[in-house]
């Protein structure tokens, strides 16, 4: 039996001050989820697992014991965890129910955009490459695709080959001066990897990044603990307590711009299966809106239905969420959808019946 995603999603709350990246390749023989329990005791702020050489079931399997790790550290809902290139892993990790918050992908991987729109509006879709492309890429993106690009590298590392010097960067100050660069023109809030040491963090900060990113400086660490500590104290030194405001998005988590071509006006109403009479009628459905308010949907609630309108792809999503939310809380429902399918055209469903409501009361008065 298939198990639904049934946890909110972290794109408002998102922290990537702390970025911790690791595989099995990464913790000279410890197991993984040893070396995450420190660096949650350090400070921490999101995980990322890469397991190049990991398959499928093997990175969901890790997976499942990071995220109970972080669980049991009292953080799943301040720590996202998010797994590298693998969108398959993802997709079937979070059908299974486990909490993987979502992806994180390189010029090279899935395109950010087909994660976006398999993973719906609620998953992190992280998007990293070389400083110097991201200058490009930033200003191709749609809004609401990516919730941060990560930049870099730094230095020169053996942990991630791909992810090559700075263009033109002379020496170490000078590719986090492109860093600076890229940060002030950025909307997208930018973690900064690739051979960071401690060293490295305060100029970070200072740049404009949103936090960094690492992996054989925690991971391959004598004591991953302290050395997380370290890092944390020296970022929070130069920088406080401050974390990035979310990458922009439009409003309900659409992906496509209401004057998109593509854009196609979709209302989704979920209506709740009617149980008891009178007041135990009201009863049953005010529990059903609490449920459905408290999934964090951006709705239109009724007396015996929820109104969600949107771009068709998304209010899809968005609504399988919502009925499976409410199935697991023993309630059943029905669907049904209408949909404007003039190009570009938002919101007119809404805008309609609240048209009508409108006439409906003027007529009563």
């Given amino acids: ?92 990790a979070r059908n299974m129910g486990i909490k993987v918050d979502g992806v994180h992908v390189g010029q090279t991987d899935v395109p950010a955009t087909e994660c976006r729109r398999l993973l719906g509006p609620d998953a992190i879709v992280g998007l990293s490459a070389n400083t110097t492309e991201l200058f490009d890429i930033i200003e191709d993106l749609p809004a609401g695709v990516v ?79 302290a050395a997380t500590r370290e890092l944390v104290e020296a970022w929070k030194g130069a920088n406080g307590d401050a974390v990035h405001a979310p990458a922009p998005r439009p409003a309900g988590g659409v992906l496509l711009g209401p004057d998109s071509p593509d854009y196609v006006n979709t209302m989704a109403q979920l209506t709740i299966w009617p149980t008891g009479v009178g007041e135990e009628l009201s009863e049953y459905v005010a529990q059903v809106i609490r449920v459905i308010r408290e999934s964090g949907l951006d709705n239109s609630t009724h007396a015996m239905s929820t109104d969600i309108e949107g771009d068709y792809d998304d209010v899809l999503a968005m609504v399988k969420r919502a009925a499976f939310v409410l199935y697991d809380h023993g309630y059943r429902t029905q669907v049904s959808l209408q949909m404007d399918m003039r190009p570009g055209v938002s919101g007119q469903i809404r805008r309609k019946v609240e048209l009508v409501d409108h006439i409906l009361d003027e007529e009563r008065n």
Avoid at 2 to 23: E, H, K, N, Q
Avoid at 26 to 43: I, K, N, S, Y
Avoid at 189 to 197: D, F, I, L, N, R
């Fill in 1 to 92: 039996m298939t198990t639904r995603f049934p946890y909110a999603s972290m794109r408002d709350t998102l922290d990537i001050s702390a970025y911790l990246v690791l595989g099995p390749d990464d913790t000279h023989g410890r197991p993984v989820t040893d070396v995450v329990a420190e660096a949650l005791r350090g400070g921490v702020t999101i995980v990322q697992l890469r397991a190049k050489h990991s398959d499928a079931g093997e990175i969901i399997a890790m997976a499942r014991d990071i995220a109970q790790v972080i669980a049991d550290a009292g953080k799943s809902d301040t720590v996202p965890l998010l797994i590298d290139d693998r969108l398959d892993a993802v997709l079937a």
């Fill in 147 to 225: 919730d941060y690009i990560g930049a870099g590298a730094v230095h020169p590392t053996d942990t991630k080959p791909e992810a090559t010097l700075i263009e033109k960067a002379a020496d170490d100050s000078d590719s986090i001066a492109a860093i600076g660069r890229l940060c002030a023109i950025s909307d997208y809030p930018v973690v900064a990897g690739g051979g960071v040491k401690l060293a490295d963090v305060a100029p970070l900060a200072r740049a404009g990044a949103a936090g960094w990113f690492v992996v054989s400086a925690i991971a391959g660490a004598d004591d991953p603990e």
